[in-house]
């Protein structure tokens, strides 16, 4: 589902990987992106949150705050 474009089920399994229970914790970077496009806002905080924090991404505050 996440690959057709749903975007609960894209912020659902960036979570799962973001907890470390998925593939890679990489992944739910690119997920948490792909549902940010869809307009998930839940989504949008935690990807900013990873930018602000410099975790799975590279740190970016212009990018952080931007999202958020």
């Known amino acids: 589902a996440a690959d057709q474009g749903h975007t609960?089920?894209?912020y659902n399994l960036a979570l799962v990987c973001a907890n470390g229970q998925g593939v890679d914790v990489?992944?739910?970077a690119r997920l948490y992106r792909?549902?940010?496009d869809h307009g998930h806002s839940c989504a949008q905080c935690?990807?900013?949150l990873y930018f602000e924090n410099g975790t799975v991404v590279d740190q970016d505050y212009t990018e952080a705050v931007r999202l958020y």
């Open 8 to 10: 609960d089920a894209q």
């Open 26 to 28: 990489a992944e739910s």
């Open 34 to 36: 792909l549902a940010v």
């Open 46 to 48: 935690n990807l900013a």
